[in-house]
């Protein structure tokens, strides 16, 4: 489904028949927006507009990273954005797009977030594409750092579920989420620290950005900045979490060897003194005493109270 935009929503089930109704409705800016392209259209794409193979290239190869690239008659722009889910999982689409001073020109694949509401604001009369295709930018990145804002808050209400699971009851399974969510801040950073050298880029382009937008994306570069400096906030977290669960595992493990060690250490004289008694020596007076039997039994309780009541003076238990 191809959607041409000129202050109205036009939709067109083909490329040509979106450009032939531009040509015949030249009246200012437009925007072309295509989801899901076909062969076709690209060749329509290059033909028509004279775009580079290299730029056109990155649409068919759906590169992922962030950029910005100039050409003679237009610029090319590779926008990341993301999606998060009811089932917390975190999805990466991207934008492609394709700007000059009088058109603007948008390739993705599959539903996105930030694209859709766009339109929608358009249907409901928001006067967006007559005021220039920087000002359809604007939106575009707008919407995507506002997408980044809601994960990078998910991420760090998980991080801070984490680290109360990993004081309270550490076990394998937290592990498992920690090093997830680990990944996760990962992927994140490398998505965001692209997009923000494309934003700082596009500040210093005034043959892209008109006078009277220039503060719209000094606002978006700051909101980009915000959210790299949470991820690296989240990446610290997320680092302390996991030295958190290690420290607790250790020390789990050593009041595990300190409760072995202590009873080791209670059973030893008990070990002793049977192994004294077991031996088949026929010269062992002790042996045909009447009461030998209770008293070895008296002194291995005696020996193994004075013992506990030592390790809790020592506070060793």
Request: hydrophobic letters at 40%.
């Amino acid at each position: 489904m191809i959607t041409y935009i000129n202050s109205e929503v036009h939709k067109f089930e083909d490329i040509e028949k979106a450009f032939v109704n531009k040509t015949t409705r030249d009246d200012g800016i437009f925007w072309l927006n295509i989801s899901n392209p076909t062969d076709n259209d690209f060749v329509f794409l290059k033909d028509k507009f004279n775009f580079h193979h290299l730029s056109i290239d990155d649409c068919i190869r759906r590169s992922k990273r962030s950029k910005i690239s100039d050409y003679k008659d237009y610029h090319f722009l590779n926008i990341a954005t993301s999606d998060s889910h009811p089932n917390n999982t975190v999805s990466y689409n991207n934008i492609y797009v394709f700007l000059s001073s009088n058109y603007i020109i948008t390739i993705h694949y599959g539903e996105n977030k930030s694209l859709k509401k766009i339109i929608n604001d358009i249907d409901n009369g928001l006067d967006i594409v007559s005021n220039g295709s920087d000002f359809v930018l604007y939106h575009i990145l707008d919407g995507a750092i506002d997408q980044l804002f809601t994960i990078t808050d998910k991420v760090e209400e998980k991080i801070n579920s984490l680290e109360e699971e990993t004081m309270n009851n550490p076990v394998q399974n937290t592990l498992n989420n920690i090093m997830k969510v680990k990944k996760s801040v990962i992927k994140l950073r490398r998505v965001v620290s692209p997009l923000r050298e494309v934003l700082n880029t596009l500040l210093r382009h005034d043959d892209i950005i008109t006078e009277n937008h220039r503060l719209y994306f000094s606002d978006t570069y700051d909101h980009i900045l915000r959210i790299y400096d949470l991820i690296e906030s989240d990446h610290e977290m997320i680092t302390s979490c996991l030295e958190l669960y290690s420290s607790q595992l250790s020390n789990s493990m050593n009041s595990v060897m300190k409760f072995l060690t202590i009873v080791s250490t209670i059973m030893m004289p008990l070990t002793i003194i049977t192994g004294i008694y077991g031996m088949n020596f026929v010269n062992m007076p002790e042996l045909r005493a009447k009461y030998s039997y209770f008293i070895v039994l008296f002194i291995m309780i005696f020996s193994s109270l004075f013992q506990i009541l030592f390790f809790k003076k020592k506070k060793w238990l």
